[in-house]
Each structure stands twice: as structure tokens, then as C-alpha cells.
């Protein structure tokens, strides 16, 4: 077996269960050394934006003090693992080179958690965010829809503005907080949001800014709550 | 993107999501004679030929064999343009050095043997002078036209070669490799690792193949289909090695292959042998021949190389010969970011010596280095790799003797059939001489 990032062979024997039945288990599917550098975030984290902190005490984070101020509601986010060199070069395969089975690493995980927060804070649907229409041509796949459980109800209400938009991660971090609204309602999203709770999942929360601008627009239409929850902080 | 200048798509092999050429704007502008590949044709990867696929949602599914030259799925089309050899005119080979005389009837050989169309193989021991000798037939090419190749499937040998091909040559080329950031230029000469070669399509009419035997080239199909599709149809291909392989002597002797020999290294002394020693702790300590041997090397203030077969040697070893007094040093393995500036300021004398993996066994050139293989006997080291090692030492005129130590914990066929392979090449050359 070749470990999925870096390519080398990883010596983990396999089980007699994945010998007869040919399916590997996320974590064998890169090596040890790989396994090690994604960092999980714990639950002492700022209780708006999910960011990891240390010591015992949450306390809202600086960023989270500025979107208070600016009033926009706040999103609750939580995130599984820090966004840290492994976790870029994980991102780099999975979403820009495209190797649609990286997902398998971490779906397991990201499910069972969506599973968890629909039940504890009583969400109606899933939505993921959504990619432009140019890049799910070239890419084949949403980044974020593996990560969505098949047996939770999900909506997709948002869709993108037709703009000349450049990538989010090729932006600096001021031109990404000035960035305007990117999403559009679909036409029938009105009768589908209004009254619900609602949950945005999306895979990498840096500056908040496009969750925020989700969360905004669906707001507006009449949900009641939207929370939301990504892979990487 | 969809607006790619026409001269970069010139026997090129390029992925375009098929959704570039249906939304009208773009396929209105594609250059005139574009050819279309499908990316799947009968099961196999139409840019590698392989089979390993993994799938995309709805149906779709990608290549993993060439996944790290980017994905080619079947959501893409292939594009290429035919090769038209459009080059500039180019001025005069700037190389002006000498051939000794039996480099120059080899060199004349591999003209005639190319300009007939035969695929050729040299064998040419380390230190042979084999760049030199693919001067002429370069130059030859060149001003007949043809666009050239030469390829490595490591990327040391690459960045080795390519300052002296640069010099030597008034012409438009580049260098290809994995890390690289400049942008594909459409060049007469392209300098490029294998792997590189997926990315033509019947492009070349020369071909040269450094190290055929070497990782990762050997026994990879994948590369050999990657030589076969960059050649044109009527394209030829030289293949060189120190240590040919009996697949390649088998193709030779069924005529595929023109064979051309060379046994003597270019200032016409022997290569080094290798003296053999055990020691079953080499891994822990310095043997007493060893420190003295480094001792020696020491007074005679040259460099020297400590090759060892595995990553995690590499530590270990650097602490006792640092602790022996030699400062100086540091080690390189294949993952190691810095380690084609590291191999720089060796030559550049600001280490005495390196700590290295089999990285570093072949293209690599030191003046009066010399070399001690460590735990010699392991499967990683085979016997073309421990010949190439000491191939390093004694490459130039002014040097051209030095030592090569190799240390096992027990003796190895690999060992013995080095030891042997030298000294028949050694002899070879002599019978030639007299």
C-alpha cells in the first residue's frame, strides 16, 4: 500500500478483514507519519468560531469580537482539525490536484460529526457550500458534498453569483474581508429555509467571511438559525 | 487558458476539461490542426497507458498512474498540435573542446547510426567522458533540424548536465523537472527528467536516455510508454548507461539496439576497485580502518562521500564521524529540499564531505572525492549501484586515482559481482590499449 499523500509505501500490515473484503480503514489510508501531523482540535476552543485555544477557559477570539462588532449574528462554527502545513498540502491534493479519494480520510469523521450537532442542537437540513459552476466542471466534484451523512436531510438553497470571482485562496486576508456577497438564492429557496434551522458545512474556515456571507443571505430568507461547521481551522 | 499560444502546444500532450471547448467562445479560437484525444482509450490512460483508476462522481473516473503530473480524467480531452519543427536558425556548437581519438570514431558511430535509424545503446563506464561524446551527435542534430531530447530519470544527473550543455550550444532549450515554477517554453533542446516526457506527444526525433538503469526508470512501464509516445513515429533513441541491464544486452543481441562500446574512462586510467571489509556494527561506531582511512583522506585534504543504504543510517553515522573531529559535513537523501544546493557547496568546498543515500551514486561529479560505501552488503545497494559509487571517485585527469572502501557486515553477491565487473572492465580496457 502507497500512502495516499506522500506516496511512499507505508509497512502497516493490513487486517484479515480488509485482506477479504478489499475496504480500508481511513486511517490506513496514508502513513503513520502522514496520520501525525493533522493536529484535532479539542473542546476548549472559542465558542464562535471554533478556533483552538489553550488553557481551560473559552473566550471569544479577537476575530469573533470584530464580526460582534460589524453585528452579524454569530455562527457557532466548529472545525475538526487545525489548519496547519499537513492539513494545506492535504487541501492541495484533495481540492487542486483533484484526488477525489482523499475524501475518504476524513468522511467518517466530518459524518459523524454533522450527525452529532443535528441531533444535539436540533438542525433541520445540511447545506454545503457551494463551488462555481467553472470549477465543479474542471474538478468533478464538490469538496464539501462527500462530508454531508446520506441519511440527514440536506438542501442546496445557495448557489454562486455569475462574476469574473477569483479563488478565495489566492485572495490576501484584507481583500477577503472586503470581499462582497458571492452567493445568490436558488428560486425556490424561500419556501425551503423559511422557519428552519440550518447548518453550512464547508471545508476550510480562515477568516470566516464567506461562512458569514452564507449564513447572512440564508438569514435573510427567513431561517430562524444557521450554525456551521468545517474540516480545517 | 483556452487562448494557449500555438508554438506551446507543438508536440505537446496538454488536459483540458472538455467544458473549455463546448462553451462557445473558446472553441472558436483553437489553433487549426488540433488533435483531440480521448483520455480513456480501451481501458488504458491515453497519456501513461496505465490501468489503476480511481472514481469521480457520476460516472467519471481519473488516472492514478500519472496523477502527479496532474489528473487526467474523463471529464478532460487530451490536446495536442503535430510537431512541425519550427526553430529559429541557430548559430554554431560554442563547444570547442577536444575528443580523445577512439571518443571520436564512438561519437562518429552514434551519427551514422542515427542517421541510418537505429535506436542505439552506449555502455560507457563512469568517468567515460559520455557527455562529451553526445556533443557532436547533438550539434548534428540540431543543425539537421530535428528537435532533441535528452533525458535522466533523476533529477541530479539533470541539473549536472545541464550548465554544460548550456555552454556548450548557441540554441533555444530548457530544463524540465517536478519542482520546477518557470513556465513550458517551446525549445529546440529540451533537458528534462522522464517523467517529463508524459507530458509530449510524438514530439522528438532524438531522444538521448541517461542512466536507463536507474531508479526509477528501470522496471517502470510506465516511463518506457512515456519514451515511446514523446518519440515521432520515425523518431530514434539513444539510450546510455555505465551498467547495462541483461533486458537491454538481450535487446541489443535480438538487434533492436545498435550497441557501442567504451571501457575506458576518457584519461585512460583503471577504475577504482573496492576493497571490501566487515564490521557488523558499522552503524554505531567507526571502525579502526575506518578512521583511518578518513584520517587519510583528511591529510590528503580531500572530499570524500559516506554512502549508506537507508534514510535513518543517515543520522547516526554523521554523529560518530563528527565526533571523530570532521565538522564539515552533512547529509542529503532523495526528500531532502536542499539537496541539490547542498551537492553545490560541496563542490564549492564548503564541506568536506557527505552523508548520503543512494541519491548521489551516479552524474555526480567531485574532483578528488572519494568514497566509503557503509553497510555495502544491504539489498538496497545492487551491483550497478555499487559500481556507479565508485565510478565517483577519480573522475577527472588531474586525479585520477582514489580509493573506494566499502564496509559490509557480511559478504554479498551484489559485492563480489562489483568487485568483478570492475576488474573486467578494467582489463577490457587494457587489451584495447595494447
Known sequence: MNCLLCERTCPDSLSMISLLTGHLPAEKLVCQSCQSGFQRIGSVCCPDCGRDQRGSVKTLCSDCKRWQKMGLRPLSHRALFRYNEPMKKYMSRYKFLGDYRLRLLFQQAMRERVIKRMKAEKLDYVIAIPISSERLAQRGFNQVAPFIPIQVPSCRPLRLKKQPKRDQSSKSRKERMESSQPFELEPDALKVVKGKRLLIIDDVYTTGRTLHHASALLLEAGAVHVVSQSLAR | MGCVAKKELYGRLLTWPRGWLEDGGRAADLPKGIQLLKPLTKGHCTRCGGTDRAPLPQ????????????????????????????FEKRGKMIWTGELTEEQAILSEEMIQNARDGHDQLLVAVTGAGKTEMLFCLIDWALSSKQRVGLVSPRVDVLMELAPRIEKAFDVSMQVLYGEQTAPYRYTQLVLATTHQLLRFYRAFDLLLIDEVDAFPFRKNSLL??????SLKKDGRRLLMTATPSKKLLRAVHHGQLRLLERAARYHGHPLPEITCLYDRHWEKRASKVLKKTLAAFREAGKPFFLFVP???????V?????????????????NDPQRLDKVQQMRAGQFDYLVTTTILERGVTVSGLQVVILGADDPTFSKETLVQMAGRVGRSAEDPVGQVLAIAAGPARSIRAAQKEIRMLNRKAEEKQS
Open chain 2, 59 to 86: 460516472g467519471q473516473s481519473y488516472c492514478l498512474d500519472c496523477l502527479a503530473l496532474g489528473r487526467v480524467s474523463t471529464r478532460d480531452v487530451l490536446v495536442t498540435l503535430p510537431e512541425p519543427n519550427a
Open chain 2, 224 to 229: 518506457e510508454r512515456a519514451v515511446e509516445r
Open chain 2, 310 to 316: 537507508r534514510v535513518r543510517y543517515l543520522l547516526p
Open chain 2, 318 to 334: 554523521l554523529s560518530y564521524v563528527q565526533a571523530l573531529g570532521f565538522e564539515a559535513g552533512t547529509t542529503v537523501h532523495a
